[in-house]
């Protein structure tokens, strides 16, 4: 139950990402085409894409965070022993949790501020932009919390502070092979093979 809501979750940022990136390029594509042939425009495609640009970055954000792919220097933790890593993955984490407490505030207040405000050319409130700092600080903090719990039940590299590229694309692999051995015992056909 809690797989297929993860999964849920999952597909729909990865779909809100899509869409974010979508919409972008073809209101700028779309508003570029008509300036330069018919010489008119969409009076609110720049603000829009505008829009769709932080909504991208702030959701791009929580997937990178729930993938470990942000950036990090971890050769100095590499170094330390296990219990010790631990302690630094808990602070490290404790301080990215804080942190994510100030965005949360501060992003509060402004949706609150401007709830009131409109964009001058789409009409749409401000808030709308603003609140995505509230969606991406809680989803990012139920994260992190993820990852203390995990650390401390002790699961393999749990504690890892950063991932790899070659590490993700085994995870990857290996979930596509324990969905696949699910879904023949379920006798569920597998997507794409």
């Known amino acids: 139950m ?4 993860v999964s849920a979750v999952n597909n729909l940022l990865n779909i809100a ?6 919409a972008m390029s073809l209101l700028v594509f779309g508003n570029v085409v008509l300036r330069y042939l018919f010489n008119s425009g969409i009076t609110w495609s720049e603000e829009m894409s505008r829009y769709f640009f932080v909504w991208l970055v702030f959701l791009g954000a929580i997937a990178a965070l729930k ?6 220097v971890d050769i100095v933790v590499n ?3 296990e219990k010790v890593k631990k302690v630094v993955f808990v602070l490290s984490n404790g301080l990215v949790l804080y942190l994510l407490w100030l965005l949360l505030e ?12 409109t964009g001058p050319a789409t009409g749409m409130p401000l808030s709308y932009l603003y609140g995505i700092g509230v969606v991406t600080s809680i989803a990012m903090m139920i994260l992190i919390l993820i990852n203390i719990i995990k650390a401390f039940s002790g699961a393999k590299d749990s504690y890892k ?16 092979v324990a969905n696949a051995g699910i879904n023949e015992q379920t006798k569920v056909p597998v997507r794409g093979g």
């Open 2 to 5: 809690l797989k297929k809501l």
């Open 17 to 22: 990402i899509a869409f974010s990136l979508a």
């Open 67 to 72: 993938d470990r792919m942000h950036l990090g």
């Open 79 to 81: 170094l330390l022993p």
């Open 106 to 117: 501060g992003s509060w207040r402004m949706t609150i501020l401007n709830a009131n405000s």
């Open 161 to 176: 502070i950063v991932q790899t590229t070659e590490e993700a694309v085994e995870t990857e692999e290996e979930t596509l």
